[in-house]
């Protein structure tokens, strides 16, 4: 008896009531027990349980960071006994797992509820409620699989990152009424002409069948201001949907937005209450910003605005203690390391938890999410393509409303010539298209290598069914050139596709494959930015990478699961030299000099017109206690400010709108 009223003061505990809709937290404690014979559901633990030899783990957890597992592929089983009340035998019980990897298999007091297979990185549901028993313990029981597929993406062991098994992130079970929303997509259009107008599109699915929205029902909404200085209502009343299919669809014309931006990241919340007979029935609530996104042949165009943008990839996944089960602790920790660095632009080779990327909302980082079809071992089959159509859609039903993803990513590293991939790819790109045509779609190729300006015998490569052309250069180290190679190549890729902007998705140095340390990362590093940087139609470029990260292609074995040394971080953590080089390269202003006057200190600023730039606006500068606002400034244009000058001025720094510092100079 102890135990049962253990679990519910538990679920009392963990729970969050919105209206109607209940939230409770399945982490925690759970029975673990790896399956390294494979008979596990011969041996009925899908029914009975975990055997007695199971031990106890805290999920989000992985088996691959315990001591002797850190390389075992195959499958592990998790055990959880939960108290269900009385009062949800009328309720819609579902649990959303955030990512269990890569296969999964529920089972809900012995049977079979449901799985989710080869998308080992997204949020999926089970519909618990035909298998529950209220007022009673209930048994979930998962069985994990990560063992090498060609039906899961990645494709068998065609992936440079961790190959963690587990339940990894976080597991909820949401209660409802039978009739509640399911998910809500918001498309929010800024007018670029007046910048403080916009429409906003929702589109709302609902939990049941296609009448599960009844013509008696009321849909109610609220739009707040959030992230921002004020908390302002910008529109509340009840929506007029147009139904179809059970599904809800509607158009609001806003005044008075602001919009979303790296340096301004402005966002809205979304609140809805479903109301059924003058009663509330359900709550849900989201948030999204107004932010436009396209390209020209040089440019990304920022809600209209001409910008190059350069940044740091990040490969999650890394902590030698929790690895792909990172707390939100641990990914801030980067997080901030990346916009420590001046990171404005990244991209995530697998789709991340919903936390990184509410993290970027609110901090300001333009990412391209991407399903990881990556490395040219990948058989790009009608299975594979439907599988990665698959991730698609569970990546934008998931991640749909962040203004932070600016693009979805369909490939990397393919073998991107051969008409299959190609022909793939821009079935892929169509898809994608046809699901979101706000945002960009692109694939990422390494073949930039052998581009030479005037080569008449260039095979077609898929990165050019993207919206930019994206390539990886490893010139002067995967690909056994000098850096001298890296602009005929460029101008090479240019010469192909006039009409395309280009952007370098990857470069940087990896260690102990190739030698020269931490101060050949940095030279190359100023190297390769001021190349790009010298031509007009790079868009942008992304260092690879921020951290030395754990992955089963590592060729350092310093640790118990093999890393590479490739970052500009440690894998603790610990910045390395480099760090400030990149911070420096990133940086979209420069102090170029300061100059005492009298008691005053003359500072001239110069924007960048390279990598990166874009306009300065509502920056700071600080000299000791003084603090002004830069007035703005265009790329390429310089600037002389005015502080005043006292003693315990020692140096001065410049501050983006959202705090963080930028560059400084030491007196």
């Known amino acids: 008896m102890k135990k049962v009223i253990g679990l519910i003061m538990l679920l009392t505990i963990q729970s969050v009531v919105f209206g109607q809709r209940t939230v409770v937290s399945l982490n925690g404690e759970w029975k673990f027990c790896l399956d390294s014979l494979n008979k596990g559901e011969m041996l009925n633990w899908n029914q009975n349980g975990l055997p007695y030899t199971a031990i106890k783990v805290v999920v989000p957890h992985t088996w691959n960071t315990i001591p002797g597992l850190e390389k075992i592929w195959g499958k592990g089983w998790y055990e959880k006994d939960i108290q269900i009340p009385a009062n949800y035998a009328d309720k819609t019980v579902r649990l959303q797992f955030d990512a269990v990897y890569h296969d999964a298999t529920i089972w809900i007091n012995g049977k079979k509820a449901g799985e989710h297979n080869g998308l080992g990185y997204t949020r999926f549901y089970i519909d618990a409620t035909p298998y529950i028993k209220s007022g009673a313990i209930n048994k979930i029981v998962v069985c994990a699989d990560n063992s090498p597929s060609t039906k899961s993406l990645p494709y068998l062991k065609s992936y440079d990152w961790a190959h963690d098994g587990g339940i990894y992130r976080s597991v909820k079970m949401i209660v409802t009424s039978k009739q509640a929303i399911e998910n809500a997509w918001t498309t929010a259009i800024p007018n670029l002409i007046t910048k403080d107008r916009g429409t906003v599109t929702l589109d709302l699915s609902f939990l049941g069948n296609s009448q599960s929205y009844k013509k008696e029902t009321v849909l109610w909404a609220e739009i707040k201001e959030e992230n921002q200085r004020t908390a302002k209502i910008i529109w509340s009343g009840i929506l007029a949907p147009e139904i179809k299919d059970g599904k809800a669809s509607v158009n609001l014309n806003l005044r008075n937005i602001k919009l979303w931006h790296f340096d301004a990241p402005n966002l809205y919340r979304i609140n809805f209450k479903l109301l059924s007979q003058g009663k509330v029935i359900d709550n849900y609530s989201t948030t999204f910003g107004f932010r436009a996104i396209a390209v020209n042949a040089t440019r990304f165009l920022l809600n209209g605005e001409p910008v190059r943008l350069a940044g740091i990839e990040w490969m999650p996944g890394s902590s030698l203690k929790n690895g792909m089960a990172e707390t939100k602790k641990e990914l801030e920790a980067n997080l901030n390391l990346m916009k420590g660095a001046n990171c404005i632009y990244t991209r995530f080779h697998w789709p991340q938890d919903e936390y990184v990327f509410d993290w970027a909302d609110r901090h300001g980082i333009l990412i391209q999410e991407e399903i990881p079809c990556w490395g040219g071992t990948t058989d790009f089959n009608d299975t594979i393509v439907d599988l990665a159509k698959k991730f698609l859609d569970e990546m934008m039903a998931s991640h749909y409303n962040h203004p932070s993803i600016i693009t979805w990513g369909i490939g990397n590293e393919l073998d991107s010539h051969t008409p299959k991939v190609i022909n793939a790819i821009k079935e892929l790109y169509r898809y994608a298209k046809q699901k979101d045509q706000y945002r960009l779609v692109n694939y ?167 990598l990166p730039s874009y306009t300065i606006t509502n920056y700071k500068l600080e000299a000791g206690k003084a603090t002004i606002t830069i007035p703005e400034i265009q790329p390429g244009n310089t600037i002389e400010v005015e502080v005043p000058f006292s003693a315990e001025v020692k140096k001065v720094l410049v501050r983006r709108p959202t705090g963080y510092v930028v560059t400084e100079k030491k007196l």
């Open 444 to 610: 990422v190729s390494n073949q930039l290598h052998g581009r030479l300006k005037g080569s008449k015998t260039l095979l077609p490569d898929a990165s050019a069914q993207g919206d930019a052309l994206m390539f990886n250069e490893y010139t002067a180290t995967w690909y056994g050139k000098t850096n001298d190679e890296i602009l005929p190549n460029l101008e090479g890729i240019h010469e192909d596709y006039l009409t395309n902007p280009l952007i370098i998705s990857e470069f940087g140095l990896c260690e102990p494959r190739f030698t020269g340390g931490d101060s050949r990362r940095a030279n190359d590093a100023k190297y390769q930015f001021t190349t790009y940087g010298s031509r007009n139609y790079v868009a942008g470029a992304i260092y690879f990478c921020l951290n030395d990260y754990r992955t089963h292609m590592g060729e350092d074995h310093k640790y118990s699961y093999p890393q590479r040394v490739h970052g500009i971080v440690d894998i603790n953590l610990n910045l390395k030299p480099s760090y400030d080089t990149l911070k420096m390269l990133c940086s979209p202003i420069e102090i170029l000099s300061v100059n005492k006057v009298g008691n005053k200190l003359k500072i001239n600023l110069n924007a960048k017109i390279g």
